[in-house]
Structures are given as structure tokens and as C-alpha cells.
């Protein structure tokens, strides 16, 4: 049975009035039986099934990696206390390795934003999609366990302040999974949003999605007119020069706003059309509200410039110039797009905001029962992931290349490739990475604004299909250095390799630096058209110094170790502007600005790592020097680092209030590479690392380390840990 056919019988409060004395109801929440879940590897795609019956659980025994997940234990044996870095790295490759999964990756949760299962359920409920009784316990489970303790509310991510965006899309979510409105946390966040103004002064995502719904009305959402997508690819404000994520997410929106599409109304939205507002929902004037948001969601301002286009689009463009025949012909090609994406990507989409929007324009245009609406609903699963405090959706469908990649690093730099007891380990790794290399280019990768493919490595898997510069560095570095050592199959060719050297030379950006998905298209100004508030920097691509730092990396290993001869004097240039990039990025107090870490431990790490790759180490060079003395000035009492997450927000280096074990290793990464000679900063560091280390070989996760677009957040994953410790004391 779908949700939304569900009755529900309480009464409930209009608008959340406190006013009133009410009876505390906070009903013991379900849950369901963690000894019954299971992940689910097939080739790197990770789904997590709930298992029904008794010789089902028999019959599928749970692994040490569904255990760690889910907070159970483990039962691994105590290990020896190490007393030697070497030691304490031989117990960190111990304990990680009982995690490596039968395909030969690794998974990890990569959640932390709150804005990601609002999208997910209302594309379930309003395409009627049947959601599993265990899977809408646990969601309601995660989100009551990271409710605001003081607020009652939900930010945009799980460390920030409570937001109408937060708050309003996950009230929303809890109802149409069941909650009741009585429970006193629900009362309790409807009173944090009324406080913020109520759900009109949500930004634009939000407003989308409350208008699918049924629970505001399309006046209130600023436009976004499929039209955009007929613009030929040399005007600068068209799609084609936009970030990958923004025009994933507003091609599907474009689409779906166009159509006008809304739920009928339910019994249970048309209460939420009461809870959800400050005043009856009669008497709003919404196309008043297309502009309010609260401060608290504000993270960027649109520009006077993008009103005016607003002004323009709403008044002028939609009643007066926007024919029906430019209507139908902006809704099918944006809707040909969609489908291509789908091809692309065998419906995974390059994310899960992406994806939820795509499965309800399929829904629109397909069907209810349609090939196309079955394959998107299959491949949302990808994303969900189950933990100790219930299921969450995570930013991608999982970092599975990245994490793979840096582990075999690791392994290797600690010296312990060459072991036997670690072969079949690593040799499972490296069948992952071959089995993931992209083997061909998109179909008209033009038409549809893609970047070439072919030889490159994603993110997460093979199908999701979209080249990453960094991604696909590692990988390569991965490779190269596993295959190049004694009693290791040579299971990437050395032309497979050379597509890969092909795919990353496209990739470097005018100014020498490299972006992440294609090269940078568009200018800076394209942020003054940025619409969706909460977020900065996502118009276009930018340089980063992790991204360029893996590429010259990359680069230089393969002149280096593969074949010294191929391309030579373009990677020579191709490096040569690339290290030249980097220097000029640098700050004046020797750091660099990370944009997918916290913050400038991360990028100081990978850009000490480029620099030392073409022979630049704290003895010859002043910029080098710098940048040690940058991290030196700030270590802590104990020896190690520790970086808040409000460095990427405010952009100057925030000291978190205790060190934290992965920036500490990133920092002494940097500074080995660097080959800084005073020791006893090193060692000190050492120590603090060692001392947190657990009997079973593992360190417990700290504060969050993933940063991107400067206000999106993600907590850490169990090889972050490993994979910079293991490095950095096998180097000690």
C-alpha cells in the first residue's frame, strides 16, 4: 500500500499553536531489528536489504562490514597494543581489511546533508510508490535522532542551525511516513518553523517541492523555464556552461514546473497545508512570497540582476512572448535530456536530488507503471543507507572508486603492498578498479553537454558513468603503482592506462588549474544567476588545488614509472601550468583553500603532495616552507590539529575545539612530503594518532571532514581514518 493511502485519524493542532496547554505524546518509536539487515555489493551498486524470515538471516550471515554499519560488534579480537607507528598501521590494515566488500571496494555512509530525503519520499508518495514498512521506520528513526535538541528543528545539514528548509521538508517527511502531528517533537518543530515564518520563507528548492506536492502554489516558485535549454551553447548564461549538479537538478525542475505539475489533495496534505503555515493557507498570497526567505536559509542572496530576470520572466516572458509552440518545444527537449541522462547513467543519475526529480518527470511523461518509472525506483534504493541511528540518504550512490583508490595508496605507502598476507586484499581492490574503468564515450556526449569518458574513473561506480578529474587520477596512481610490483596481474592494459592520460588532458582549465567534472565553461558572473540560495559557488566549475594536486600526481607517475615516451611534452606542460596554477592560488600565510575537505589541512595536504612530485620540498622552496609553517603555527597542545567546518563557511582556517585524528594525519601527510626535517612536530602528532587508536585496530569517527559548495556537509567515512593514518605512519 502506498503512504499516502494510509489513514490518519488524530486531530491535530492548526499551525502549531503553543498557546494552548497540550498533553506530552511522544510515542515509543518503532524500530527494526539491525541482526536482520544486509548490505547488498553487486559490482560496486550497494543496496541494503531487510531480511523477512528466519532462514533468510541463516542463510545470509551477516559480515563484519554490515555489523560496523549498523554500530553492532564486530566481535574481531582485540589486537596487540602497538607500540611503534609501523605497528600501529599493521593493526589500523588489519581491522580494515575485515571491511573490504566481495567486490573488492570498500562502502562507507556519505550522508550529513538534510535536504536529501525530502526530495526522495515526496517523489515516492506523489508517484504513489510503495515504501516498505522497515524502510519508513528507520527514516523516521534517523530524523527524530537528528532533530535540534534545543530547537525542535532541522538544518541544512547535521551540525548547522535549524533552517525553514530543514525544518519545514522534514516535518513534512516524518507526516507523510506516519508521524503524528500530536507527538510532541512534531509540535515542537511546527513551533521552530512558525518562528522562522512558516514554510513560505523557504528557498527555491523547497518551494519546488511543496508545490508538487500540493502544499503551496506554483505563484510562490520563481521560474524556471525549460526554454533555457534550446539557448545554442555560446551564450554565456546557457546550461552548457553551468556546473554538472545545478544543471542536473534544474533541467528535471525546468520540466517538471513547466508541466505544472501537482498531487491531488489528500486528507494528509490538506493538513499539512494547515501545519505547515502562520496563517489559514486561503488566505496566503503566495505570488508575494516568491522572494521570502528566511535569514537563517539566505546562504546566498540572489542578485538584483537575477530579480530582475524574475521580474521579467513572471510579467513579461510567461503571459506575453512564451508561445505554446516554445513551450512544447523547451518541455521535449528537456525532457530528451532526461532520457539521455538515463542512458548515460542506467537511471542512477549523477545524484540523488538529480535523481528524485528525473523519476517524477518520467512519472509525467511515461506512467505510473512504465519501464522508465520502475528503473528510477529500483535505482533510488542506491542511494539509502542504513546505520545505528536508521536509514539516511547519502549525497551520492557511494564513494566506492574514491575510497578504494586511496586504501591501495595507503597499503603501498606504508610498504606493505609487498606483503603476501595483504595480496589477495589488494588484488581484489585492483579488480574493482579494473572492473570500473569507463570503457566508452557518452552517445552524442555533446548534445547533451558531457565531458569525454572513456579510459576516466567515477566516483562511485561504473554506471553512474561521469569522469572526475581527481577520481580518476587516484584510480590511475592506484593502478600503476599495484601493477608495477612483483606477483600483481596486469589486469589494466597499457592502452586502457592511455585512456586515461587522454581523458585528463582534456581536462585542464585556461588558467592551468584543474576543475572536477569538465573543464571550467562559464564565467564567475554566471553566480550572480545562482537561484538556489542555501548554496555558493555552484553556477559553473572552479579550479581546486585537490583536484589539480591529483592530476599532477597522476601525471607524473605515469611519465615516471609507465611510459616516459607517451605525450611527453604535452604532460609537460600539462604539469608545468598545473604547479604554476597552485603557487598562484596559494594564500600570503602559506595556505591553500580547500573546497571538498575541511579545509586548509585538506587542499595543504594534496598541494604539498603536487609540489613534491616535481621536486619542490621545504629545503629549496619558499612557497613550500610556507605552507609547513602555515600547519606549524597551528597544532595544538596535544600534538595534533584539529579544523571546524566553519573554516569553509568563513573562509579563514577555525580552530575545532579538539584535535581531530584525519586532519592531524592530512597535516603530517603534507609535511612528510614536504620533507620537513624537524621531527619532534611529527612525532608528537604520532603519538596523539596512536593514542587513539582502538584494541581492534580502528580509531572512532570525530566531527565531520566533507565539505562542498561551502555549506553542504558530510560526516566521516571508516576509511578516512585508515586510509591517512596507515599512510602517514608507515611513512614515520
Known sequence: MALHEEKHTNGHLPNGNLSKPIASHRPKDARTDPRRWRLLDERGRQTWHYLKSEEEVKSWPQSVADKYFLGLSTDLPPLARADTPLASAQNAITYFSQLQL???????????????????????????????????????????????????????????ECTVFGTAMNYIVLRLLGASEEDDRMIKARGMLHKLGGAVNGPHWAK????????????????VPPELWLLPDWVPIAPYRWWIHIRQVFLPMSYIASRGFKYPLTPLTRQLREELYCQPYSSINFVSHRNSISSADNYHPKSMLLNTMNVLLVNVWNPYLRTNYIRRRGEAWTFDLIQRENENTDFASVGPVSGAMNLLACYIHDG????????????????LWMKDEGMLMNGTNGVQTWDTAFLIQAVVEAGFAKDPQWRPMLIKALEFLDDQQIRENCREQEICYRQRRKGAWAFSTREQGYTVSDCTSEALKSVILLQRLPGFPELVSAERIKDAIDTLL???????????????????????????????????????PECTTAVVTALSLFTKEQDPLYRKDEIKRTVDRAVSWILKDQRPDGSWYG?????????????????????????????????????????????????????????VYTQHAKSQVVQTCWVIIGLLEAQYPEREPIEAAVKMIMSRQQQDGSWEQEAIEGVFNKSWYRPPDPGSPFNASTTELGEI
Open 102 to 160: 566481495p567486490p573488492g571496494n570498500w562502502g562507507c555512509e556519505y550522508g550529513g546533508p538534510l535536504f536529501l530525503l525530502p526530495g526522495l519520499v515526496i517523489a515516492w508518495y506523489v508517484t504513489e510508490t510503495p515504501i516498505p514498512e522497515h524502510i519508513s521506520i528507520e527514516i523516521r528513526r534517523y530524523l527524530f535522532s537528528r532533530q535540534h535538541p534545543v530547537d525542535g528543528g532541522w538544518g541544512l545539514h547535521i551540525e548547522g
Open 208 to 223: 519546488f517541492w511543496l508545490s508538487v506536492l500540493g502544499c503551496m502554489e506554483w505563484d510562490a516558485v520563481n521560474p
Open 368 to 383: 505510473h507503471d512504465s519501464p522508465s518509472v520502475d528503473r528510477h525506483r529500483q535505482r533510488m534504493h542506491d542511494f
Open 506 to 544: 582534456t581536462m585542464q582549465n585556461r588558467s592551468g588549474g584543474f576543475a572536477s567534472y569538465e573543464p571550467i565553461r562559464g564565467s564567475r558572473y554566471l553566480e550572480y544567476l545562482n537561484a538556489a540560495e542555501v548554496f555558493g559557488r555552484i553556477m559553473i566549475e572552479y579550479d581546486y
Open 595 to 651: 573546497s571538498w575537505g575541511i579545509c586548509f589541512s585538506y587542499a595543504g595536504m594534496f598541494a604539498l603532495e603536487s609540489l613534491a612530485s616535481v621536486g619542490r620540498y621545504y629545503r629549496n622552496d619558499r612557497n613550500v616552507a610556507r605552507a609547513c609553517q602555515f600547519f606549524l603555527d597551528r597544532q595544538m597542545v596535544d600534538g595534533g590539529w584539529g579544523e571546524s567546518y566553519k573554516s569553509c563557511t568563513l573562509g
